[in-house]
């Protein structure tokens, strides 16, 4: 498939598919930042709430309960140091079908933990990324396991674009629509939902300073790399593959704006998040927040949502963050 095949029609056969794997979350009123910004409202979508603490779980159950028979028997491979990965291992684990997910020595006990407990064999390897990616190359061939990618791909786009489905069918009133951005899955998937329903919606997509990748490939028009340096929000860590067939291209057809945050703007949404909402929420999902607080995306008179992307945050780390407001 072509990225330009991509239509409203997979994000409606993911919404049918998906359903038993994933909640249809709460899209909620938040009045004083709507009054901070001068919005005539804005509504966070709480995928912060979602099944495993975060919105992957839509786009991974999407490709693989569109798996054969077949290829579900050959089990499932993944690597991913995060959300994607206890994604896998939860839809796979209910499913029932063999899941492995490969992560290299670096990444913390506990969310090594997370991922085994949601029934995925955890293969530890390699001192970075990389090296985790070669084992990941190496058991894929040897015990021909079908590969669910975190991003670039067409049906965890669709899958993640039942979020904007159900914006725009929760709130048709939406003037725009603000989506944290690393791979692009989520943004590419929202943003062609969103568009597709209502072509004058604004789709902005917010990245982190730390790591803009997809913003840079946007401006060269082309996958590019970039250093990647310590941030908060470690979900949005990472590149775009440089062999990119979907996130880019549906990105700069459907997306209107871009913009970037930093480091202590991630922690304000995240304090936010918990003070006015008692919601808990990682650095990579707060950046929507922060690009209203901010003033950097100007929603004046306007119908601004939100996706809080995640709640997976570690708790020391977290309190360390909190205990900076009070
Ligand atoms: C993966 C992830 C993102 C970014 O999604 P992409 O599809 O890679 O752009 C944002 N927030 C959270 C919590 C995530 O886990």
Known sequence: MQWSD????????????????????????????????????????????????????????????????????????????????????????????????????????????????????????????DEAEVEYERIKNDRDMIPVVPFDDPYVVAGQGTIGLEMMSDEPALDAILVPLSGGGLLAGVALAAKLIKPEVRVIGVSISQSPAMLRSVEAGRPVTVEEKDTLADSLLGGIGMENHYTLPVIEEFVDEHVEIDEPEIEAAMYYALSEHSLVIEGGAAVGIAALQTGKVKVEGARAGIVVSGSSVELSQYLAVMQKFV
């Open 6 to 129: 991509l239509s409203l029609a997979h994000v409606l056969a993911a919404a049918k598919r998906i359903a038993p794997m994933a909640r249809r979350t709460p899209l909620m009123q938040t009045l004083p930042l709507a009054t901070e910004a001068g919005a005539a409202g804005v509504h966070l979508k709480l995928e912060c709430l979602q099944n495993t603490g975060a919105f992957k779980v839509r786009g991974a159950s999407n490709r693989i309960l569109s798996l054969s028979e077949e290829d579900r028997a050959r089990g499932v491979i993944t690597f991913s140091t995060g959300n994607h990965g206890k994604a896998v291992s939860y839809v796979a684990g209910r499913l029932g079908i063999p899941a492995v997910v490969c992560v290299s020595e670096h990444v913390p006990r506990y969310r090594v933990d997370r991922i085994r407990a949601l029934g995925a064999e955890v293969v530890v390897s390699g001192d970075s990324q």
